[in-house]
């Protein structure tokens, strides 16, 4: 059976800054209250021709590069997201799209802020099964779109930006190990985001009454992030066959420091074997797991050998974590330069949207 490595990684995320000051101008809050309940300082806000298929792109053409494989060489891309952008098509088929990935199958994955660890574990299923060889997993957001930037409960929390991974197929032991995942859909209503959906479609009064903003109720959902983010590395640990002491890191996501630290004394762990990066980026959902890791590989914290945990939670309820061990790419005597798929990516778009509307004209004709 062949092991699922994590041969690539990259990030996109905003250049615009929000910083708690500038939130305090929005709503009653303060920097100090911001930065003592949450560990945040700033996050980033997508610009208006941002969306989360741009950043995912972003995001997947820095994985691919560092794994040297070019976009026609992969077989799935499973893209996981808080702040789609439509209910449909998935967001997975316009990164395909834009990447130039033309041989990938592409789906949405949704599992909230859970969704990484769900979306890497089904990957690494795939590739462990033998099915697929080459699979782009990507966790992209930006929530600051579903944001109610009145409500100072959830507006200080969130930002956006975009992860991705490659996971490749090798003979080589190593890579994803193990994973857990969980949910708890009684919970369902601690966070969500009611409006748009076929419950409550859009309507002036849907609008009026605030439901297209992402709603929470912060005590239940810190409750319940502080009971399963130990429990879950545990479970995970324990399917690998590893102790506590075997791991290098945790990547924990990152919603607020609190949670964090909770989470590291129930493992008996030091902080400093936590990767932590929220004070600068907030919590950018389904996209932070990557992001904190890609920071964390790019400052030589993570390096090749290292045994991982990934744990995350998050609206469902769903909750999940995953081992690996870090080996980075495979490699290659030839080197691949992804970017140029894209153009090649656009033209191919452009003649098949050419075709589809000659093929309609005549089709008109005939009937
Ligand atoms: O991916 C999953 C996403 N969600 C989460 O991870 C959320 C988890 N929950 C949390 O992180 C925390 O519950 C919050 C950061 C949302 C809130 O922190 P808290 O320590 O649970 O605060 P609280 O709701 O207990 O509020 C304490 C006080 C209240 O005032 P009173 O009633 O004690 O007078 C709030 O009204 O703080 C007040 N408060 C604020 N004050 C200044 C609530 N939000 C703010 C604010 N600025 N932004």
């Known amino acids: 059976m062949p092991y699922a490595h994590i041969t690539g990684w990259g990030m996109a995320v905003p250049e615009p800054v929000l910083t708690n000051d500038d939130i305090s101008k929005l709503v009653d809050t303060n920097d100090e209250w911001i930065r003592d309940r949450t560990g945040i300082r700033e996050r980033r806000i997508a610009r208006e021709n941002e969306y989360p298929s741009t950043l995912g792109v972003a995001a997947c053409i820095k994985a691919l590069k560092v794994a040297n494989l070019a976009p026609t060489d992969v077989d799935l891309i499973i893209c996981t997201s808080s702040s789609p952008e439509y209910i449909f098509p998935a967001t997975a088929c316009l990164i395909q799209d834009q990447l130039g990935a033309t041989k990938a199958g592409a789906f949405d994955l949704l599992a909230a802020c ?15 099964s033998g099915s697929i060889k080459n699979a782009l997993v990507v966790g992209t957001e930006t929530l600051s779109r579903f944001v109610n930037w009145k409500d100072r409960n959830t507006c200080i929390l969130f930002g956006d930006g975009a992860g991705a991974f490659v996971l490749q197929a090798s003979d080589t032991p ?30 002036e009064e849907t609008v009026l009454e605030g439901k297209h903003y992402i709603q929470m109720d912060g005590k239940a959902v810190f409750r319940f992030a502080t009971r399963v983010m130990a429990s879950a590395t545990k479970e995970a640990l324990a399917a690998a066959k590893w102790k506590v002491e075997d791991l290098q890191w945790v990547v924990p996501h990152q919603a607020n420091i609190r949670i964090i630290e909770a989470a590291a004394r129930g493992l008996e762990m030091s902080m400093d074997r936590f990767v932590v990066n929220l ?25 090749p050998g290292d045994k991982i945990v990934f744990v995350g939670f998050g609206g469902g309820l769903t909750w999940g974590a995953m081992t690996a061990e870090w080996t980075g790419p495979i490699p290659t005597k030839h080197h691949v330069y992804p970017e140029p798929y894209r153009w090649f990516g656009r033209i191919r778009s452009l003649a098949r949207r050419i075709w589809r509307y000659i093929e309609g004209f005549f089709n008109r004709r005939e009937l």
């Open 114 to 128: 859970t969704g990484f660890i769900f979306a890497t574990n089904m990957a690494a299923q795939a590739i462990r």
């Open 174 to 203: 190593g890579g994803v190990y193990s994973a857990v995942m969980h949910s708890d859909g009684s919970g369902g209503d601690a966070l969500s985001l009611p409006g748009g959906g076929a419950r409550y479609p859009a309507t």
């Open 279 to 303: 004070e600068r980026y907030g919590n950018t959902s389904t996209a932070s797991i990557p992001i904190a890791t890609v920071e964390a590989v790019e400052k030589g914290k993570i390096k």
